[in-house]
């Protein structure tokens, strides 16, 4: 990917690292309040194996990737710059936040937004990881429409996937949990699932299986297969969270036990002040559009902590020990009732003569 926007150079009001929803959302954001504004992007968005984006207002069903495109189009065309890379390493600076890349640029922020996202950790099962995105889900409210009515299989990874054989039972009342060895349900957990008319498979999940290219079935240990057009499972999700580990931010354990993330305050604030978060890597549970919302309002942040920044600096420069007020008040100490050298009129002498002003170009204004 080239460099795009305004010339590139070394310092920014803000740096983001990540081109996805988040980081284009609050790119557009703060370009559009006229600060200068790079997006690193590695170029490996989380969903770029989905058929389209759901659940986005206008945006329903356009190919993910689709949508980053016009979401780079529209931050460019408000002055911000794209660049490809990624980003290997963050230290403070009295600037703010240097940020080195693979090739050995470095880019200078006063603020840093980091909208990486995650990655899914996929059970290591032959066949799974090929149908990723396809016949292999996770989300229901991304992909259960498309799957409504099918048989629909969900793969025990954790204790959460009985939660997550409930939620797609929504979508289908052909639903199969297959316990792979790992799940453990509950009395109460039974009760539900038996409830809901759900069949439970024992033994572990030992391959998934598709015909050109086509989800057909799993198969478990014994060598019995069961015949699905759909499998979902709960993956191992990990922020892309290592690069702010050198300015004292690390991950945490989500309650659920299936992710780590980055804990955000309001609006994407941080425990470092200066750092902020947004989409995915601080919130395992945003959808496309959640993730560019969340963009939306942390560059809505960082533009009013930056104006409070540039409000104390000029208070300081108004205040301080070399500003005109400060000026004003030594000279009329030094000089007394004098101005430019000059002793005032002593009392009842005339005043000086008023003079017509003569405008530039030699044209004399009026009045």
């Not at 009342?173 to 498979?201: G, H, M, Q, Y």
């Not at 600096?313 to 009329?332: D, H, N, T």
Request: charged share 15%.
């Amino acid at each position: 990917m080239s460099v795009k926007g305004r010339a590139p150079h070394e310092r920014y009001d803000v740096v983001v690292i990540g081109g996805g929803a988040a980081g284009l959302s609050a790119a557009v954001t703060l370009s559009r309040a006229l600060r200068s504004v790079v997006v690193i992007d590695a170029g490996a968005p989380r969903n770029a194996p989905a058929q389209g984006v759901h659940g986005f207002l206008s945006r329903e069903g356009m190919s993910p990737l689709a949508l980053l495109a016009v979401g780079r189009s529209e931050a460019e065309s408000y002055g911000a710059t794209i660049i490809g890379g990624e980003a290997t390493a963050v230290r403070r600076t009295a600037e703010g936040f240097e940020v080195v890349l693979t090739d050995g640029r470095k880019m200078v922020g006063r603020r840093l937004l980091l909208t990486t996202g995650l990655v899914d950790g996929l059970p290591a099962i032959p066949g799974l990881s090929e149908q990723w995105g396809a016949g292999v889900v996770h989300c229901p409210y991304c992909h259960g429409y498309e799957f409504r009515g099918q048989r629909i299989g969900v793969l025990g990874t954790t204790p959460f996937s009985v939660h997550q054989t409930l939620l797609f039972r929504q979508w289908s009342e052909d639903i199969t949990l297959f316990l792979n060895d790992t799940v453990a349900p509950t009395e109460e957990e039974w009760d539900k699932l038996a409830a809901r008319s759900v069949r439970v498979v024992e033994g572990a999940v030992t391959s998934v299986n598709a015909t050109d290219g086509v989800l057909n079935g799993v198969t478990v240990t014994g060598g019995t297969s069961f015949d699905l057009q759909a499998l979902a499972v709960g993956t191992k999700m990990e922020a892309r969270a290592g690069l702010l580990e050198s300015l004292g931010l690390t991950t945490q354990e989500h309650p659920s036990g299936m992710a780590s993330f980055l804990e955000p305050g309001p609006m994407g604030t941080t425990a470092v002040p200066g750092v902020y978060v947004a989409g995915n890597v601080s919130n395992i549970a945003a959808q496309v559009i959640v993730a560019a919302a969340e963009g939306t309002s942390a560059g809505m942040m960082i533009n009013a902590h930056l104006i409070e920044e540039e409000t104390a600096w000029a208070v300081e420069g108004w205040l301080g020990p070399f500003s005109s007020r400060i000026e004003a008040k030594v000279s009329e100490q030094v000089l007394g009732s004098r101005r430019h050298g000059l002793d005032a009129p002593a009392a009842g002498a005339p005043a000086p003569v008023k003079t017509q002003g003569v405008a530039a170009g030699g044209v004399h204004r009026a009045g």
